[in-house]
């Protein structure tokens, strides 16, 4: 059965949900955060389509893809975060920010260091923007 609190209508499928949730739900018709489920397609960097310049997108888009991939990895292997810390070399809170995804906190040499520990290689392609 659908939900009916409009803060969970807005998860998984939004537009589907608000769809739903409007149809049950009238009164919130005119509410600004149930008005457009329209989607918009991005460039495929979510971080270029925030506003990064085309630089900084590009090293955030590495950096988040390689955090995915090990925090994925830690997740599999079923470690806690202190013994993927031990694993990797790493203390606990430095863990904690890989896995909550703080893509700042990590270089791409480090993040390739890390991978490297656990046994995963990292392949480099380069390709072309388009214009």
């Known amino acids: ?6 803060a969970e209508a807005r998860h998984a499928r939004p537009a589907e949900a608000t769809a ?11 509410d600004p955060a149930f008005g457009d489920t329209s989607l918009t397609v991005g460039s495929g960097n979510v971080f270029a389509d925030l506003g990064f310049d085309a630089e900084e997108a590009a090293s955030l888009k590495a950096r988040a893809r390689l955090m995915s991939v090990l925090a994925d990895h830690i997740a599999a292997e079923g470690w806690t975060q202190a013994e993927a810390a031990a694993v990797l070399g790493e203390t606990q ?15 791409l040499d480090k993040l390739v260091d ?10 480099v392609r380069v390709t072309r923007r388009a214009a």
């Open 1 to 6: 059965m659908p939900t009916t609190d409009p």
């Open 20 to 30: 739903v949730f409007l149809r049950e739900h009238p009164e919130y018709a005119d």
């Open 93 to 107: 809170p430095r863990v904690s920010n890989l896995v909550t995804g703080q893509v700042g906190r990590f270089s």
């Open 114 to 123: 890390l991978l490297a520990r656990v046994g995963l290689d990292v392949e």
